[in-house]
């Protein structure tokens, strides 16, 4: 008989090989984040890229999954349209586009009333916590972090959709933000989808809207937001080519920021093999030669600014390669996780979107 219960080991003669393992999967997941630059290197260059641009963003498509790898530009999906609110200068809908069968898309739409008979159109991305309704300053509402760029666009007669994205927190209990959003993307990337496929097909579905039932100048769409709406645009910029001017505040940054930390490195931003084939940088090399504005603040601790600077390295000789050098402006303001104050970005994003 073996007379175990006698034996006298406890846990704590165990922590120095616990410790020694941890130190060993972070040496290995060091290593193999490391070995994912070179292999990014040799999946995409920018010649590589001039060769075969569609084909990349048809693999780009393929590594967020489903339902953007089923998106087919050309049908114009079912709509609602809901007057909101009026007054003497502008009408707000609540437009709910049918992007799949039975499933709602919804946002507002702010149509300035004086304005060109087709005019162009700026897709406001939410950032975390966000509702479509904030993206414009109302009532008591300042929209301080974004600068009131939204209020801005609709003084120059620039038709503003803020799309509700699955990103809110008001204190409801049917929806906690963001436990409940990644649990989402863990069930849809284990079906071939994740949540970023979904949404970036919704914002394509509502432009497949917008061009051909709303008043709006299909070679004008520009598309901008702040954290995760930087995000967001990002990415649907990247596969949506209709979107002609971009400007991508505090979220362009090298995923890996950091060994131990998620805070810029959250599980809704990285797919299977996205570290050998695109992070930031080769997604922001798909809307080359498109108008693309990207910033950071200095003061960012959710998205180190160094770490930002080694995507935009990565990221400009795609930019040179196309001789649109010009149309690729990087901002490094003196802020925090906000919309740099002033009027660079804002200035070269609505310049490029009219010319």
């Known amino acids: 008989m073996i007379r175990y219960e006698s034996i006298k080991t406890h846990k704590s003669l165990g922590e120095a090989a616990r410790r020694a393992?941890?130190?060993d999967i972070l040496r290995v997941v060091k290593e193999a984040e490391d070995h994912a630059k070179t292999k990014r290197d040799q999946f995409i260059t920018p010649a590589l890229l001039a060769a075969d641009r569609e084909g990349y963003r048809e693999k780009f498509a393929g590594m967020l999954g489903w339902p953007l790898t089923t998106y087919v530009c050309g049908s114009v999906p079912n709509a609602v349209k809901e007057l909101v609110e009026e007054n003497e200068d502008l009408r707000i809908?609540?437009?709910s586009v049918e992007a799949l069968p039975n499933f709602w898309f919804r946002g507002l739409i702010y149509e300035p009333k004086q304005r060109e008979e087709r005019v162009p159109l700026v897709v406001m991305n939410p950032g975390g916590g966000y509702c479509a309704e904030e993206q414009i300053?109302?009532?008591d509402y300042a929209a301080d972090q974004l600068k009131n760029i939204g209020?801005?666009?609709l003084e120059e007669g620039i038709a503003v959709y803020a799309p509700q994205l699955l990103l809110w927190s008001d204190g409801t209990d049917f929806y906690k933000q963001p436990e409940m959003r990644q649990l989402f993307d863990a069930k849809l990337k284990a079906v071939g989808g994740s949540m970023a496929a979904l949404?970036?097909?919704?914002?394509?579905?509502a432009i497949d809207y917008f061009v051909n039932e709303?008043?709006?100048d299909p070679s004008r769409i520009g598309m901008m937001g702040l954290s995760y709406g930087g995000f967001y645009t990002l990415y649907a910029a990247a596969a949506e080519t209709r979107v002609k001017s971009v400007f991508?505040?505090?979220?362009?940054?090298?995923r890996f920021v950091s060994e131990t930390e998620s805070a810029g490195c959250r599980y809704d931003w990285l797919w299977q093999n996205s570290a050998n084939t695109f992070f930031d940088a080769e997604v922001a090399a798909l809307i080359a030669p498109r108008a693309l504005y990207i910033e950071n603040g200095e003061k960012d601790t959710l998205f180190p600014i160094d770490m930002s600077l080694c995507e935009l390295e990565r990221l400009t000789p795609y930019y040179e390669a196309q001789n649109a050098s010009e149309r690729l402006l990087y901002h490094r303001h003196e802020g925090g996780h906000e919309i740099g104050a002033g009027n660079i970005g804002y200035r070269f994003f609505v310049d490029s979107l009219l010319k």
């Open 21 to 23: 393992y941890f130190e």
């Open 93 to 95: 809908y609540r437009i």
């Open 137 to 139: 300053a109302n009532g």
């Open 151 to 153: 209020g801005r666009l």
């Open 199 to 205: 949404e970036i097909y919704c914002l394509r579905r």
């Open 214 to 216: 709303a008043p709006i």
């Open 248 to 254: 991508s505040s505090c979220f362009f940054c090298d």
